[in-house]
């Protein structure tokens, strides 16, 4: 009897270690940079086990959250593990040259001093820029929301292609109590407005919590043209095995009391 528990214990604590590894997010939006040198961004990681194709995703700011009015991304594959960065300009007064734009892109490792490995996505359309109170809306290929990271306070809702709304919800900081009013994407995060706000690795990718960029932790820098734009575009740490090891620790004592009654 002491043996089949043991094997019913050991056997459901691999199903929960499991299940919190393959029931984790896919796309993450790891970084918002809303209000720094260099421009507009926000970072895309695939966290999950399988490559992604980003062939008919469109992304959408907080004030767009609409597919059907959302900027379509070129043809492009995150593999897992893989981030890639989007520049998030505005092309509304055209800019030369475009945002979205290879040409952009290329301004824009430049300003951050990114070697050309780091992928950046490209798109088309006017874009909006990302300021105070804002956020990304992602749409998958399909037209449905696929994941969003809105830093406001009233987060509303996205439509989808099917004209269907899904409720939208404001990102979870990862330290000290929430924001009580909008700002920009660093300042909502515990830093200062020209911070990005960056994923907590440490919380993982089924329920991530955000805050601030500092320098030094998680890979993040400063801009080489600006000591006060603090960010770590194309770097994004694995999450943490923290809470793994915690569920690990439960088996251990687990199994050590049912060794203590057999």
């Known amino acids: 009897m002491i043996n089949k528990l043991k094997t019913f214990t050991l056997t459901l604590i691999l199903g929960v270690l499991l299940s919190t590894s393959t029931s984790q997010a896919l796309i993450l939006i790891s970084e918002i940079n809303s209000n720094g040198t260099g421009g507009d961004f926000f970072e895309v990681y695939n966290s999950g ?60 490792r430049t300003s951050w001093g990114l070697s050309t490995g780091v992928k950046m996505l490209t798109w088309s359309g006017t874009g909006a820029g990302l300021g105070s109170g804002d956020g990304v809306v992602l749409f998958n290929s399909s037209g449905n ?78 801009n080489p043209n600006s000591s006060v734009t603090i960010g770590s575009p194309g770097a994004v740490p694995e999450p943490s095995s923290s809470a793994l090891l915690g569920l690990g620790s439960l088996a251990l004592l687990g199994l050590r009391r049912l060794n203590r009654k057999a």
């Open 49 to 108: 086990s399988t490559a992604v194709d980003f062939s008919g995703w469109r992304w959408a700011d907080y004030d767009v959250r609409n597919w059907a009015s959302a900027w379509l991304f070129d043809a492009a594959t995150l593999n897992p593990g893989e981030v890639a960065v989007v520049g998030a300009g505005s092309n509304s007064t055209p800019p030369a040259p475009l945002f979205g734009s290879t040409a952009a892109n290329t301004a824009f």
């Open 145 to 222: 929301l696929a994941t969003s990271l809105v830093y406001r306070m009233t987060p509303g809702v996205a439509t989808q292609s099917d004209n269907s709304t899904v409720q939208l919800s404001t990102f979870v900081k990862s330290f000290g109590s929430q924001p009580t009013a909008n700002g920009h994407a660093g300042l909502m995060g515990g830093g200062t407005a020209t911070d990005s706000l960056v994923w907590d690795p440490t919380s993982g990718t089924a329920n991530p919590t955000y805050r601030n960029a500092v320098v030094g932790q998680w890979d993040a820098f400063a």
